[in-house]
């Protein structure tokens, strides 16, 4: 069964840094691109960028640059989103999404149960 | 980037009822477009990709059409597990943006 699953909740506090992880199964990771969707608490979907684990190649949302980090380790069939100082309003639910082949224009076609970020003081 | 608006924001229907819901995008973005369900509580899932195209496992109710700029999910016949958040995105190019949602609740 090809399935992506991620990491559990997390409560962090303001300035802490944090790592969440979504690892992939019943599939070669390399041959597709992972993503990474943003939902604030009852709100919209948004897209937050997207990387190749073959190479670490990255798209990022330009209204995120800079304020997360995607990485990946293809040994371990593992996708990474990373924050070196978390803020009140990264709290969200973070969902990592395989993103299929230009066939499938693009589309996100497996996704993660998604990951609970509280940012609390 | 490319800004997409889906209408209605919500809507109520029933059991049977075929239900229509748009989205234009604010440039033509082809064929990249594809169709997103969310249910409360759950991760979002694919229904349909590249305008028309059903993602394998989804119900023949549900069907998409449009070009260009404007787009258009169908449920011929509303069914109770249809009851959720719809999601268009172009993926055209990045940002891959999502419409806003169409919130589809029980008359």
């Known amino acids: 069964e090809v399935q992506l699953v991620q990491s559990g909740a997390e409560v962090k506090k303001p300035g802490e840094s944090l790592k969440i992880s979504c690892k992939g199964s019943g599939y070669t990771i390399t041959s597709y691109w992972i993503g990474w969707v943003r939902q604030m608490p009852d709100k919209g979907l948004e897209w937050m960028g997207i990387?190749?684990?073959?190479?670490?190649?990255?798209r990022y949302n330009p209204s995120l640059q800079g304020q997360v980090t995607m990485s990946a380790d293809k040994s371990i069939s593992t996708a990474y989103l990373q924050w070196s100082s978390l803020k009140a309003s990264d709290t969200a639910m973070y969902y990592c999404?395989?993103?299929?082949?230009?066939?499938?224009?693009?589309?996100?076609?497996?996704w993660g149960q998604g990951t609970m970020v509280t940012v609390s003081s | 980037d490319i800004q997409m608006t889906q209408s209605p924001s919500s809507l109520s229907a029933s059991i049977g009822d075929r239900v229509t819901i748009t989205c234009r995008a604010s440039q033509t973005i082809s064929t990249y477009l594809n169709w997103y369900q969310q249910k409360p509580g759950k991760a979002p899932k694919l229904l349909i990709y590249a305008v028309s195209s059903l993602q394998s496992g989804v119900p023949s109710r549900f069907s998409g059409s449009g070009s260009g700029t404007d787009f258009t999910l169908t449920i011929s016949s509303l069914q109770f597990e249809d009851f959720a958040t719809y999601y268009c995105?172009?993926?055209?190019?990045?940002?891959?943006?999502f419409g806003q949602g169409t919130k589809v609740e029980i008359k």
């Open positions: 995105q172009q993926s055209y190019s990045p940002p891959r943006t």
């Open positions: 999404a395989r993103q299929g082949d230009r066939s499938r224009t693009n589309s996100f076609d497996i």
């Open positions: 990387i190749n684990p073959g190479d670490s190649d990255t």
